[in-house]
């Protein structure tokens, strides 16, 4: 019963604030509630410090910061705080601050079996009102996929998924080339192969072509 209530304990912003400065566990904030988050895995982890540095080193020299994984997004003030997996800013105010970003730039999420559905629908959702996002990135665990969203300038959200180790992400607002052979370094996450059944009829009729 004691746990119970726990869980239905309802935190004002500053509460949870609060909790966030003395807890050695991220909690993400929605509407009053407070709910931990779970560790990650060694893949997991690898690939946030894969994307992190190959941003980093892209941004190195310009007046952008990334931050991966322990830095707080506001993407609703008052309402919504969590912790993306990477992040981007070049907002002068983000720059300064020393807990909470409000204005990235980019955003990027390594998915899971645990957060993928989320990652692609409730909260891309919620990360779109976000003014200053160009792009979001979802970053697959299973297979080479990078699936790109971007903000064109007429507002309207493109896609372009990519699958190959030579594939790169061109970002023009940060001047800055992504490859995803660095993404998926030292993690032994394969390409994606098409392999067709010897016993398929359609098989046989493109092996007589």
């Given at each position: ?56 080193t892209g941004l190195r020299g310009k007046s ?93 959200w493109s896609f372009t998924p990519l699958a ?46």
């Amino acid at each position: 019963m004691e746990q119970e209530q726990a869980q239905r304990k309802q935190y004002t912003v500053a509460e949870y604030m609060a909790l966030e400065e003395e807890s050695d566990v991220r909690h993400e904030f929605f509407e009053g509630e407070v709910f931990a988050m779970a560790g990650a895995s060694i893949r997991h982890n690898t690939m946030v410090l894969n994307c992190a540095l190959g941003l980093r080193t892209g941004l190195r020299g310009k007046s952008c910061r990334v931050f991966a994984e322990s830095v707080q997004l506001a993407v609703e003030q008052g309402r919504y705080y969590n912790y993306p997996d990477v992040m981007v800013t070049c907002a002068p105010a983000d720059l300064l601050a020393e807990r909470t970003v409000t204005a990235p730039v980019l955003l990027m999420e390594v998915l899971s079996k645990s957060t993928e559905n989320r990652d692609r629908s409730w909260k891309f959702n919620r990360y779109k009102q976000l003014p200053s996002l160009r792009h979001y990135l979802l970053v697959s665990q299973t297979t080479c996929l990078v699936e790109w969203f971007r903000r064109e300038e007429s507002g309207v959200w493109s896609f372009t998924p990519l699958a190959l180790f030579t594939d790169e992400l061109f970002m023009p607002e940060l001047d800055l080339t992504l490859r995803l052979q660095d993404i998926y370094e030292d993690t032994g996450v394969t390409q994606m192969s098409i392999r067709f059944d010897s016993e398929d009829p359609d098989y046989k009729s493109r092996e007589d072509k």
